[in-house]
Each structure stands twice: as structure tokens, then as C-alpha cells.
């Protein structure tokens, strides 16, 4: 059974408590796909002819038979070796029925993941299979170009095991929060209001860093006792606020990278560390209705200088995430200009050299986060179906091995 969100939070105000009370699940659907394996061809062994010898006829003198020098056996060449194909990779649906889905994280020790979308944030149990709406309340505005969508709360991640950071993009640049919620091991009984968090952060108001004020906090990454949160505000900065965190609290939004000031290219958006905790890696998305001028960057968390900048080919990178497992780089390309060509790419690294290698084809993607087992999750856009009270946006799975 799908719970439909739309329905719900369409209805009438009094109505939307009462109704969210009976939100336990969403659909789970299985999408896996077997392995197709071709049959393996086998020669039959090919048999020489038998050659007949001529009579021999014999000489007036006996002569000695000359001995002819042995001719080297033929050298059997060893059989090469064919490279391994890689497994096609099967991505699993677990949700739907999600509007614009944003933001993702996972919960340590529960393995809960928790979506932004466009009505609130949800907490998904891969154990028990149940999705619950946790935070609701949010209003909505409009985000993108071309195609644009209505969207609530954006980036997520967690401060700590029971603290969620949640960065805002219901309201207007200048007037959008980061606020830190405290979340539990299970699923609230009742859904709370947006403006009940323990800590709020902002708003970052137009001054002389930003004329136009910061909103639409679309990535979130916490480290090295930091926060930090991409904005979308004043385009000629593409500034990133960082907040630290002292005494288990999170400290003021401060504005401290300009982004487009260092690389000449806007919108920062996707966010996340290094493994080894030693540098800040930030996907800059560039302009939605250019193609592929889409950049992956490193800075140093502690000063903000940029160390490296790298042209990607691809378009629009809305998620970046380290395997846990393999150490291996991966970003989602929403690819605005043509969604057809979006989707989930390996990003191999060699020196100043970034190859996106295409490991997945999606549809519209966003966020993407591993697991401690190395499971990646991902949250997608879709397209919008025949049904217009049903939303396109998932949440999916891929199994480890990436």
C-alpha cells in the first residue's frame, strides 16, 4: 500500500495532524534484477587429415638416409585471460510517492535514513521496511530553471547520533534557516512542527558579504568539529557558511568561502569530506542550462583555501559521496539541460585529470550517502507520471560493492 503525501498534506489544516498520525509506510518496491549470463561457446577439437607418404623406390647405391635437424615443437601460446566484466548494478526502489526529495542522511547505530522533501523530513527503517514523517510544517518556494520545482527543506546530516542538522529552502534568500532537530532511535509518535527544533542558525540576511542575502542551504557536511552548508544567494559570491560546533552546540552561520570567486564558476550545491578528514570536497553545479561545465573542488576545512579545481564533464553535480569500503569518489548528475543523460558516475581522480565513468543511468537524481556496510542510498526527482496526485520522487538502494 502507498500512503499518498500529496493527498495528505493538501488537505485542510486541522485535518493534517490526524492524518500524518496514520503515515506507517510508504510502498517498497523491490526493482532487483538478475545477472544475465551468456552461454559459454565450446569448439570441437579439430582433426588433422592423415598424410600419405610416397612409395619409395629404390637407388642403384645404398646411400645412408640423411637426418634432418629436428624441428622445434611449436610453442603453445597460454590462453589469454578475459577481463572480468563488471555486475550490472541494480538499483532498488524503497520509497515513492515523494515529492522533490532532497536532502539525505543516515543515522549511526539505527541505519534510520532520514529524506528532505518538499513536505517535511522522513525517516526510513530498511529493518522493519516502515517510513515516518518526523518534521512537517515547512512552507515551499520554487527552485531551478527551465524546469522548476516546488521545494521545503534541503540538505540533512547529523551533528551527532540523536542531532540533525537540516538546512532550509521553503522560504525566500534572506529569510532561510538551518535548524538542528533532536531525533531518537525510533519514530516519533506524532510528527512535529519545523519551528520546534532545539537549535536554529540564521537567517543570513543581505549585508556586505551578500547582497542579495543566502538561502536554498542545499548541502550540509559536518567534520572536524564544523559545519558546513552550501548556498545559493548572491551569484557572484557562491558563498559556503560554516558554523562550529563548541560544547555540543552549533555556533553562528558565518559566511566563509566564495565559491564563484574561486573558480569563476556558480552554484555551489553538493558537499562532503574527504575520508581521511583533511579536505572539504564541493561540487559546483555552474549554470543549470549549460552543459558540462559542472566542477569538483577541494578546499582546506581549517582556512578555506581552495587546493584543487577540476573540470568533470559533467552538468550539474547534486550529490558527492566516499565509499566507505572502497574509498572510491561518486556524484550524481541531475543534468538539467537533458535529464536523459543524468544519473550516478564513478569519479576517477589522476593528478589535475577528473574521468566521470557512468555506473548508472537515473532519473533526475539528488543525494546520494553510503552506509557503514557500504550500501548507497539515493534519493531522485522522477518524472511526473500519468497520475497527478502521485509523486515521481523515490528513495533507492544500491547493495554494496561500489
Known amino acids: 500500500m502507498q500512503w499518498n503525501l500529496n493527498l495528505i498534506f493538501k488537505a485542510s489544516a486541522c485535518c493534517l495532524t490526524a492524518l500524518c498520525l496514520t503515515l506507517g509506510s ?16 565450446k569448439e570441437a577439437a ?28 611449436p610453442k603453445k601460446e597460454a590462453p589469454k585471460k578475459e577481463e572480468p566484466k563488471k555486475p550490472a548494478v541494480t538499483v532498488k526502489t524503497l520509497v515513492t ?22 513536505y517535511g523530513v522522513y525517516r526510513y527503517d530498511a529493518k522493519g521496511k516502515t517510513v515516518d514523517l518526523e518534521i512537517a510544517g515547512y512552507p515551499t518556494d520554487v527552485y531551478g530553471k527551465g524546469p522548476k520545482y516546488n521545494v521545503g527543506p534541503l540538505g540533512v546530516a547529523f551533528m551527532s547520533k540523536d542531532q540533525l542538522v537540516v538546512g532550509d529552502g521553503s522560504r525566500p534568500d534572506g529569510e532561510e534557516l538551518v535548524r ?5 532511535d525510533k519514530p516519533v509518535a506524532k510528527w512535529v512542527k519545523e519551528d520546534t527544533a532545539v537549535q536554529t542558525l540564521g537567517p543570513i540576511k543581505a549585508g556586505d558579504k551578500t547582497a542579495k542575502g543566502e538561502g536554498n542551504f542545499y548541502g550540509v557536511a559536518v567534520g572536524g568539529g564544523d559545519i558546513f552548508i552550501t548556498c545559493n544567494g548572491d551569484d557572484t559570491k557562491g558563498w559556503v557558511a560554516k558554523s562550529v560546533i563548541k560544547d555540543g552546540k552549533a555556533g553562528p552561520l558565518e559566511l566563509t568561502i566564495a565559491t564563484k570567486a574561486a573558480t569563476n564558476v556558480d552554484a555551489p550545491v553538493a558537499i562532503t569530506f ?5 579536505e572539504l570536497v564541493i561540487g559546483q553545479m555552474g549554470e543549470m542550462n549549460v552543459a558540462n561545465d559542472a566542477l569538483l573542488t577541494f578546499y582546506d576545512p581549517k582556512t578555506g583555501k581552495l587546493k584543487k579545481s577540476l573540470k568533470t564533464g559533467l552538468s550539474d553535480i547534486a550529490g558527492l559521496a566516499y565509499s566507505p569500503k572502497t574509498k572510491k569518489l561518486y556524484a550524481t548528475d541531475f543534468s538539467w539541460v537533458d535529464t536523459t543523460k543524468g544519473g ?27 552506509d557503514k556496510e557500504g550500501n548507497l542510498y539515493l534519493t531522485a ?16 538502494i544500491i547493495k554494496a560493492g561500489l
Do not use: C, M, W
Not at 538542528?180 to 531518537?184: C, E, L, P, T
Not at 593528478?351 to 537524481?365: H, N
Open 26 to 41: 510508504t510502498a517498497l518496491i523491490a526493482d532487483e534484477k538478475g545477472d544475465k549470463k551468456g552461454d559459454e561457446k
Open 97 to 118: 510517492n515523494l515529492e522533490n526529495p532532497s536532502g539525505l542522511a543516515i543515522q549511526d547505530g539505527t541505519g534510520h535514513v532520514f529524506v528532505a522533501s518538499r
Open 180 to 184: 538542528i532537530y533532536k531525533v531518537g
Open 274 to 278: 574527504s575520508p581521511d578528514g583533511k
Open 344 to 370: 550516478l558516475f564513478e569519479l576517477k581522480i589522476d593528478g589535475d585529470k577528473v574521468t566521470a565513468e557512468k555506473i548508472v543511468s537515473l532519473d533526475k537524481p539528488a543525494a546520494i550517502a553510503f
Open 46 to 73: 579439430k582433426k588433422e587429415e592423415p598424410k600419405k607418404e610416397a612409395p619409395k623406390k629404390e637407388a642403384p647405391k645404398k646411400e645412408e638416409p640423411k637426418k634432418e635437424a629436428a624441428k622445434p615443437a
Open 381 to 396: 526527482f522522477g518524472t511526473q507520471g500519468k497520475d497527478p496526485e502521485k509523486s515521481p520522487g523515490s528513495l533507492a
